[in-house]
T-cell receptor, first 118, second 111 residues
């Protein structure tokens, strides 16, 4: 089974702090994603990565950056946390199109990190 | 642009069937997915359907796809209290190489 783990389930940080959210997957997937989930807005893509050291902006990258130094690890960084970044953060991974299984491009999700910025 | 829409809430009685609906805009979508999110957890892939199919059945789950109307539905037969969760519809947007998620439908199952 694919396993995607996230470093923390719950985090409380102060405004202005630098915050690191870590995500690790164990299935040798090329693609990794960071989303935030807010009530009534569904999942919004922050950043994604197709390979080591590669990153692409998603729909809401402002205020965030990412790092992918190793294939299995994708980190989301909040350079200076603000209260409007209080949210549930979800990491996901998927294989490349060429290696996609019968389900195409399905993504596998971690359990999420609920971040509160006070 | 791509957009996926779902109703926000559905309430059913235990033992009844639930039908969760979704509409999408990208006519070139090749794969469409249903995910389930239980309270405090991440998203779990429930099932998917390829765009050349009209229907897919998997135990209590039936997915119906109407490509002409860009309408996708998930039917859960004999709904149980353990089915209470948020259900997300998602389409694979070929143009942007991204999964586009709906806002999610909260399914509440009354005993």
């Amino acid at each position: 089974d694919v396993k995607v783990t996230q470093s923390s389930r719950y985090l409380v940080k102060r405004t202005g702090e630098k915050v690191f959210l870590e995500c690790v997957q164990d299935m040798d997937h090329e693609n990794m994603f960071w989303y935030r989930q807010d009530p009534g807005l569904g999942l919004r893509l922050i950043y994604f990565s197709y390979d080591v050291k590669m990153k692409e902006k998603g729909d809401i990258p402002e205020g965030y950056s990412v790092s992918r130094e190793k294939k299995e690890r994708f980190s989301l960084i909040l350079e200076s946390a603000s209260t409007n970044q209080t949210s549930m953060y979800l990491c996901a991974s998927s294989p490349t199109a060429g290696r996609a299984g019968a389900g195409g491009y399905e993504q596998y999700f971690g359990p999420g990190t609920r971040l509160t910025v006070t | 642009g791509e957009d996926v829409e779902q109703s926000l809430f559905l309430s059913v009685r235990e033992g009844d069937s639930s039908v969760i609906n979704c509409t999408y805009t990208d006519s070139s979508s090749t794969y469409l997915y249903w995910y389930k999110q239980e309270p405090g957890a991440g998203l779990q892939l429930l099932t998917y359907i390829f765009s050349n199919m009209d229907m897919k059945q998997d135990q209590r789950l039936t997915v119906l796809l109407n490509k002409k109307d860009k309408h996708l539905s998930l039917r859960i037969a004999d709904t149980q209290t353990g089915d209470s969760a948020i259900y997300f519809c998602a389409e694979w947007a070929r143009a942007t190489n991204k999964l586009i998620f709906g806002t999610g439908t909260l399914l509440a199952v009354q005993p």
